[in-house]
T-cell receptor
Framework: AQSVTQPDIHITVSEGASLELRCNYS??????LFWYVQSPGQGLQLLLK??????LVQGIKGFEAEFKRSQSSFNLRKPSVHWSDAAEYFC??????????FGKGTRLHILP | DAGVIQSPRHEVTEMGQEVTLRCKPI?????LFWYRQTMMRGLELLIY????????DSGMPEDRFSAKMPNASFSTLKIQPSEPRDSAVYFC???????????????FGPGTRLTVT
């Protein structure tokens, strides 16, 4: 079955440190891939998306993600995190039925 | 634009009562989605509409759940009768068209936190 896997349930980093959140997908063809962020008590907000072309995509709030077909991965990165980045992050992919499938999410904690 | 609007933001009800959740999508968007989020199951797609027509309701958990979209600017998700295991946050999202066709970017509302006691 098509799936999106986020192996890390929680990640803790210090403010100012770099960040990488992992995401793996299981699809045959090149999928449409997304990263969303959810702050406490709010809905999900799209950070960035990949449909085709350049495998390194830039998003809002200083985030970027790299699509690696050989590893079936779409990891999210940020060179220096801010306390306001503490939130839950969801990787998602469009499946063959034209529905977006979300991963279980990774909760990011920031140490001062 | 005001974004996707959901009401109420919080709902507390007793088991067996009917619950109606409301959603106003972003003007001009022709896709509308209802999701449920719980700690155990994560974010689940319940149903989605295109041009007010239900396209896929395979995620609706039981016959107690129903959804309607009488026009392009309003949708409801109803649970009748409600049960404690329905307690969750329910999100509505909408998406529209990009320059070359369907845009798959979904815009989420703030959610309705439902508690059934």
């Amino acid at each position: 079955a098509q799936s999106v896997t986020q192996p890390d349930i929680h990640i803790t980093v210090s403010e100012g440190a770099s960040l990488e959140l992992r995401c793996n997908y299981s699809y045959g063809a090149t999928p449409y891939l997304f990263w969303y962020v959810q702050s406490p008590g709010q809905g999900l907000q799209l950070l960035l998306k990949y449909f085709s072309g350049d495998t390194l995509v830039q998003g809002i709030k200083g985030f970027e993600a790299e699509f690696k077909r050989s590893q079936s991965s779409f990891n999210l990165r940020k060179p220096s995190v801010h306390w306001s980045d503490a939130a839950e992050y969801f990787c998602a992919a469009l499946n063959r039925d034209d529905k977006i499938i979300f991963g279980k999410g990774t909760r990011l904690h920031i140490l001062p | 634009d005001a974004g996707v609007i959901q009401s109420p933001r919080h709902e507390v009800t007793e088991m067996g009562q009917e619950v109606t959740l409301r959603c106003k999508p972003i003007s001009g968007h022709d896709y509308l989605f209802w999701y449920r989020q719980t700690m155990m199951r994560g974010l689940e797609l319940l149903i989605y509409f295109n041009n007010n027509v239900p396209i896929d309701d395979s995620g609706m958990p039981e016959d107690r759940f129903s959804a309607k979209m009488p026009n392009a600017s309003f949708s409801t998700l109803k649970i009748q009768p409600s049960e404690p295991r329905d307690s969750a946050v329910y999100f509505c999202a909408s998406s529209g068209r990009g320059r070359i066709g369907r845009s798959y970017e979904q815009y989420f509302g703030p959610g309705t936190r439902l508690t059934v006691t």
